[in-house]
């Protein structure tokens, strides 16, 4: 969803309003869309109080890292991170060093002991005390939380797609999973300052916008009145200039046929679902806490597919978790080799301290687990393969967002990558594209029709 080259879009928060102060800022993030979206709040914020962007360490003023716990791997990548950070904080102790994202919890002093070289830490839901951290954004009288989640340096990057975040935090409780500990029971924003901030993203160039919630689809659930996310997406989808609305991540137990419907009758909303399964054996998901059967997401995604032809999937698995059997993990097999989906991310299992089956024993041993996660990534791409085989010689519509070794890239409306060659100016731009050539990963295409 993010190009690596340049164009002239003009970008929502680059320069800021306040001149360049001639400070820098670095940002690393790591992990899901929102930290994406996060981080990208923190950068608008930096660059409108008149800090920019570098991509160096060891000339910035603020480094921010934005963190994630899901699993052990990105964890320690974290705190791999940060103690390399020690050496560069010594070197000029007045750099600042930040820590936010998911490994922030509410217990700042053990944190503190573990990472003394760390100035600031704050949870991403608190802007307030990053906006007490640094002084120049009092001086900015706009109240900074309007800010978009956008931001682009144009020296780096430029974008046409955007994330959005609409809900944060999550009220499941699956017994593998340390999200709800870290962000906290679920919070809609109110519907006007969604709208409010895609048209704001709208006017600065963005055409595709994916709405962001760990539930997403749990939009309004804690909102007077009767707004979810069918009304929502037909306010979004109203905003005048956008071409393309996707939303994830969105929770089996309330993928209501209306919200199906909402997207079937509504033109820019994507013909793509994000809808995690996480295993493919009932007693599996029991032991997940996960709420719902293996059948039930199968007829989620059935009614999807009737509503909407040519609809895309996409979904999450999780393998190796406590207890599960060869043959359970070939029901997961079985699963999505009947479901045929276009995208599904596969994790091992990683036990989380706090959460309920840190306490079982992690008992599928570390080489099964990269068997499974293998197997799956064998099956889907045999799957992807004939999917994308399966779309030869049709049209498809492409948006346009990167341009690499001499060729275009860009997704279809399904999210389904393509690379054309041509000598055009494509980035940005939406085009008929027919489709020539399928691989597991991508498809090859010819623009068959005038860009726009
Ligand atoms: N809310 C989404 C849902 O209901 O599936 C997923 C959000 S979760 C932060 C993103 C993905 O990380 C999950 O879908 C799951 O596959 C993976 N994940 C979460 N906890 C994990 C763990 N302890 N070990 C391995 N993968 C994990
Ligand atoms: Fe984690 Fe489950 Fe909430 Fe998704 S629904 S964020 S997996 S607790």
């Not at 390399?84 to 750099?95: D, F, S, T």
Request: hydrophobic share 35%.
């Amino acid at each position: 969803m993010t190009s690596g080259a340049t164009i002239t879009l003009q970008p929502a928060c680059s320069p800021g309003r306040l001149p360049d102060n001639g400070k820098r800022f670095f940002l690393w993030t790591i992990g899901c869309q929102m930290n994406e979206a996060d981080s990208s709040r923190v950068a608008a914020m930096l660059m409108e109080a008149g800090y920019r962007a570098t991509n160096s360490e060891e000339e910035a003023d603020i480094v921010i890292l934005n963190s994630c716990v899901v699993r052990q791997a990105a964890e320690d990548k974290v705190a791999g991170r940060l103690n390399a950070l020690m050496r560069e904080k010594r070197r000029r102790p007045e750099m600042s060093l930040v820590l936010t994202g998911c490994m922030v919890t509410n217990q700042h002093e053990a944190l503190q002991q573990r990472f003394p070289h760390v100035d600031l830490f704050f949870d991403p839901s608190d802007f307030e005390s990053f906006k007490t951290f640094v002084p120049e954004l009092s001086d900015l009288e706009d109240d900074l939380k309007t800010l978009p989640h956008y931001y682009v340096d144009e020296a780096i990057d430029a974008r046409v797609s955007a994330y959005v975040p609409i809900i944060y935090g999550c009220n499941f409780v699956c017994s593998y999973c340390i999200v709800p500990y870290r962000r906290g029971r679920e919070r809609s924003r109110p519907l006007q300052e969604i709208v409010d901030e895609v048209r704001h993203l709208v006017g600065r160039g963005v055409r595709d916008v994916t709405l962001l919630g760990q539930t997403v689809n749990a939009y309004g659930h804690d909102l007077d009145g009767e707004i979810g996310l069918p009304g929502l997406l037909r306010a979004v989808d109203a905003v005048e200039g956008l071409d393309r609305l996707r939303f994830l991540t969105s929770h089996p137990k309330y993928m209501s046929d209306e919200i199906l419907e909402a997207m079937a009758g509504l033109n820019t909303v994507c013909e793509h679902l994000n809808l995690p399964v996480q295993a493919g054996n009932d007693d599996v998901l029991k032991r997940m806490r996960r709420t719902y059967a293996v059948e039930h997401w199968q007829n989620r995604i059935a009614r999807a597919r009737e509503l909407m032809p040519g609809l895309t999937v996409a979904t999450d698995i999780i393998v190796g978790f406590p207890g599960e059997t060869d043959a359970q993990f070939d029901d997961t097999l079985t699963v999505l080799r009947e479901a045929e989906l276009d995208k599904v991310h596969v994790a091992m299992y990683s036990p989380r301290p706090g959460t309920l089956s840190a306490r079982w024993e992690d008992d599928v041993p570390g080489e099964v687990k990269h068997e499974r996660h293998q197997a799956v990534e064998r099956l889907q791409e045999e799957v992807c393969e004939r999917l994308n085989r399966r779309r030869l010689n049709t049209g498809q519509e492409v948006l346009f967002d990167s341009f690499k070794k001499g060729r275009w890239g860009g997704r279809t409306r399904g999210n389904s990558l393509v690379h054309v060659d041509n000598a055009g100016q494509l980035l940005g731009r939406i085009a008929d594209v027919r489709i020539t050539g399928a691989t597991p990963w991508y498809m090859l295409g010819q623009v068959t029709g005038n860009p726009r």
